[in-house]
């Protein structure tokens, strides 16, 4: 069942944003052992299928991995990096993407509207030319060439826009080609970030701190979400919650004036999740930090030279923990992870 | 133990090529229960450890995937997909190189050459940054700027050769800049490569044909060797195998006038390895197809409309089923394995 954030609006079936225009979030049902609810005859995404909100019958043919989790030890912090890159379109937006796609079959619908110009855009053109889907991707007109041959390669039909990142989100809303779904709003793609919770406590146990990019708070919210189910299950300590925005850019941090042009993927200055995500700061014992591209581009560079091929908005989390690292914020001996989001492959 | 497949020296430690200029062989030691040996708190590549010939303390910090499996039906056919692309240098030749660099490591080697122009020279290249281990990568000068650019980036020193692929071969043989390990001989690469039938293994269970792309053939030799170990320990069938190669290189088909252009991941004529590879043939009644440029693209196409975001030596296998479907070379209701074995995203 869906429960909207604003007016309490309760919703049994299908819907992407309540009828007040507020957000909507998936009250999930999980049962109370951690264990026995795994589907450990999968390697794969599925392993997990009993803490989303689908049907298997309506799963997307195309199968997301368990991504790798690496260890590195960094001034006495035990740092665990998330290759969240690792996905078949690049970007851990294929996780959100692959619940939501599961719902729109369950729903019977064919055809959908998004605006984006980056992974999330990829994402969904990919498995929506898998599985029939018909889409229609809102960008600004000054997105690269590359991009939207890509897209419309993919069968997206790839509307052009002139004007800022808000007027191609208004656009995309009032034109209407098939069902606006957003992840900006979209409740079904947090059900699907939340997975990476349940895998890193799979793979490496508790975690003390999670720093993600924040844009919009798909990834944010999502992991946020997975740990909380998680303590239902495992009476797990939930991880202190650290929001990493790009500078001039920022929702929940101060905003900067320097604006930052590197993390691209999160300059989303007002986000309907904005409420939210000021609670799980608050709740997490949390944090905001923002960077700026010098900062990012240093970050960048020793990620790659630890063999991460990403992109530099991937980079804003190790921006950011290298600036609270210097602020002595850790605890020393503590679990740090940092979900590495999209691929660098593209910028070869 | 390695064993020379030419003259039958035995070698204890380290070594990549035999002295009389054969090829060396791993001879592994397995067990003799296949459930018992996996690593199961593991959900990456070191479940596989024990039938790997490394130690955990030499392997790299960068961890692999457990890829995907996707499931298809083709007329009647149970077609399945693994997904060797979503590997952190964009290709299946992380898996050779995750086991060469942890043989470095243990042999304290620390400076190495090795021609490619493609993805094995990238996967050296961010596994031997990670590892502080000196890359030099022969090339040809014909090479794009684009990829030299991300080699030099990742540390790697690029000598750019003057003439044919052969030529390239010779020259980073002759220069001898660190130990040469071209993946051509290298036995340890193999080792790499096998794990994909372990994993796949696990994943289905058994598999009655196995195509994949054939150039030095480090894919074909380490997927069957994985199937026949697994034979040891769980009497499964062994596949036959399907070499697939690009028109005008075939080394084990027969060689075509016409001349692929978009198989240039496996235009390698002359493989050291050929012979080996004729044996596998014939042991498993196996069989050779060839596919040329519009084969590939049509199989390519086809690949990307399922979700495979893949590259175009990657469409061979899929060119080459298709052929062999319309010849009614499979049996009704069996189980076809295709590796997709690089990224896509770097055409972007």
Redesign the interface.
């Known amino acids: 069942m869906l429960k909207c954030q604003t007016c309490g609006r309760i919703y049994k079936n299908f819907k992407i944003i309540c009828k007040c225009g507020g957000v909507l979030d998936y009250i999930s049902e999980i049962g109370n052992n951690f264990d026995s609810l795994l589907k450990k005859e999968f390697?794969?995404?599925r392993r997990y299928l009993e803490f989303l909100p689908v049907k298997g019958g309506f799963l997307?043919?195309?199968?997301?991995?368990?991504?790798?989790?690496?260890?590195?030890e960094i001034n006495g912090i035990h740092v665990f990096f998330k290759?969240e890159y690792?996905?078949?379109?690049?970007s851990f937006k294929d996780r959100g993407t692959y619940v939501t796609i599961a719902k729109l079959k369950e729903a019977g619908i064919k055809e959908v509207t998004l605006d984006s110009s980056g992974n999330a855009a990829l994402s969904l053109a990919?498995?929506g030319?898998?599985e029939g889907i018909k889409t229609h991707i809102f960008i600004p007109a000054h997105t690269s060439e590359?991009?939207k041959q890509?897209l419309k390669?993919?069968g997206a039909e790839v509307h052009e826009i002139q004007g800022s990142r808000m007027k191609v989100h208004v656009m995309a809303r009032e034109v209407k080609k098939g069902l606006y779904i957003s992840h900006w709003y979209n409740p079904y793609f947090v059900e699907g970030t939340k997975v990476i919770a349940y895998?890193t406590y799979?793979?490496i146990g508790n975690v003390d701190y999670v720093l993600t990019p924040v844009g919009s708070g798909s990834l944010f919210l999502g992991v946020y979400k997975g740990f909380k189910e998680l303590k239902l299950l495992e009476k797990i300590k939930i991880p202190k919650m650290i929001a990493v925005q790009g500078k001039g850019y920022e929702s929940l941090c101060e905003r900067s004036k320097e604006r930052s042009s590197l993390a691209e993927g999160i300059a989303i200055p007002e986000p309907p999740r904005k409420k939210q995500m000021t609670k799980v700061l608050t709740t997490t014992h949390g944090t905001c930090v923002s960077v700026g591209d010098r900062e990012i581009k240093e970050a960048l560079s020793e990620l790659?030279?630890?063999?991460?091929?990403v992109e530099p908005t991937s980079a804003t989390v190790y921006a950011g923990f290298r600036k609270l690292l210097n602020e002595e914020y850790f605890e020393k001996g503590s679990n740090v992870l940092m979900p590495l989001t999209g691929?660098g492959?593209?910028n070869?």
């Open positions: 390697l794969d995404v997307p043919k195309l199968i997301l991995p368990i991504t790798p989790v690496v260890k590195r290759l690792l996905m078949p379109s690049g990919l498995f030319k898998s590359g991009k890509l390669f993919l895998e799979e793979q790659i030279s630890m063999g991460f091929l691929s492959l593209k070869v």
